[in-house]
């Protein structure tokens, strides 16, 4: 009689668990070691159970409960019972055997499988910052949570900088990966909110970092115009005016830098003429762009002349020399050794609170597109993007499309 009297507490130490939550699936009860089980059963996944550091007795249930509603807390943010167990005692998450081989994993996973990138983008975008993680999980005293590592490998870059934010990104999703597809504990999943990690930057730091639109064609035009092509040292010339070539082509076609590197001149059968054609396919997490025909869209001088470089004819003739490789890093630094351009930056920076970077040539023929009221459907399938992205990154070619749609409605209505 006096041994169950002594175990009354059981049935109490049990529905205290029951009402943390009914919906939890909480349950606890003696092991077979004597020490405290906590068992989940929910309907459509599989049980769980752990073994609490704790012997099943009246004089340890207090701690052991407390315990608990400690890895309640856990479960309710979506971890499995063994992680928020662990999380619970504060324990660090045991490391994989070789993180290396987990980088392998998604490298692999990047590149071969879902929007497949290319191993020149994973290498760029993706290596450093995985390769510092696999660093430092492989030290000898790592950090316990994801939190506490993506803040390691991203401190060194200003919050809210682009490179912060594309680099807390990358980590996110390497560490999905590790939790999803290899199986490392789900401790390590990442939080699905990165914007505590980015940051924010100081009213005093921020600086536009989105590529703005040029002011003018003539803006263009008057900078294109400084690039010593005539310079008396040949490589110097040699350089500017394949340079200058390029830019000309991202200005008139509205090209990623990249592109230049992917274009064609092909010849319409219907129309009778020769055309620009791009076969670039640009992949991004939504899906990849296709090959398209690119509309030319001139530039006017000051004096409302058309500008005609004769790109097209020229490029048919292999008469017009462009740089060895171009995309937006060789661009950008070509840019960044020229005075009158770091002068204009300034300038644009100053009077406009703009930010011009080597896609401001892109950005401004979308907004010449909007200017000279081409639909922003037709602009978009020259420029190579969806008209929800174009909408997205040029908000008022969306306003112009619907207010042109209603004026020319309400004309033929009078007509």
């Known amino acids: 009689m006096l041994a169950l009297l002594n175990n009354d507490w059981e049935p109490i130490a049990r529905k205290q668990i029951k009402d943390l939550s009914p919906e939890s699936g909480l349950t606890t009860n003696k092991s077979k070691r004597g020490m405290v089980e906590l068992r989940r059963r929910r309907k459509g996944h599989k049980s769980e159970s752990v073994i609490l550091p704790f012997k099943w007795t009246e004089e340890n249930w207090g701690d052991a409960y407390a315990r608990v509603r400690n890895i309640f807390v856990h479960l309710k943010k979506g971890h499995s019972l063994r992680a928020a167990a662990d999380l619970a005692a504060c324990k660090a998450p045991k490391k994989p055997k070789d993180w290396s081989k987990i980088l392998k994993s998604f490298k692999d996973q990047k590149i071969n499988f879902g929007t497949a990138i290319s191993e020149a983008t994973f290498n760029k975008q993706y290596l450093p910052p995985c390769e510092m993680v696999v660093e430092i999980m492989s030290q000898k005293n790592p950090p316990a949570n994801p939190e506490d590592l993506i803040d390691i490998c991203v401190k060194d870059w200003k919050p809210g900088s682009v490179s912060r934010k594309h680099r807390t990104r990358a980590i996110k999703q390497f560490l999905d990966h590790a939790v999803s597809r290899v199986g490392i504990s789900d401790i390590w999943t990442p939080p699905a909110d990165l914007s505590q990690h980015i940051g924010k930057a100081k009213p005093k730091d921020i600086v536009s970092q989105k590529a703005e639109p040029f002011e003018s064609d003539q ?54 003429e020769h055309y620009w054609h791009c076969t670039y396919i640009k992949k991004a997490g939504n899906g990849a762009t296709a090959p398209r025909r690119i509309e030319p869209l001139p530039l006017i001088d000051r004096d409302g002349k058309e500008i005609k470089w004769n790109l097209l004819e020229r490029f048919r003739g292999n008469l017009l020399p462009l740089p060895e490789k171009v995309d937006g890093e060789a661009a950008g630094t070509y840019l960044k050794r020229r005075q009158s351009w770091k002068d204009l930056k300034a300038l644009m920076q100053k009077t406009q609170g703009a930010n011009i970077t080597c896609y401001s040539f892109r950005h401004y023929y979308a907004l010449r597109c909007h200017l000279r009221l081409i639909d922003s459907g037709s602009a978009s399938l020259s420029m190579g993007h969806s008209i929800e992205a174009h909408h997205r990154n040029y908000p008022y070619s969306k306003e112009s499309t619907t207010t042109n749609a209603f004026k020319t409605a309400r004309e033929r209505s009078l007509a």
């Open 219 to 272: 803006q263009i035009l008057d900078f294109l115009e400084t690039l010593p092509t005539d310079s008396p040292y040949k490589v110097d010339a040699e350089a500017a005016t394949r340079w200058f070539n390029c830019f000309c082509l991202m200005a008139e076609l509205g090209l990623r830098p990249i592109e230049i590197n992917y274009i064609q001149v092909r010849f319409d059968r219907i129309e009778k």
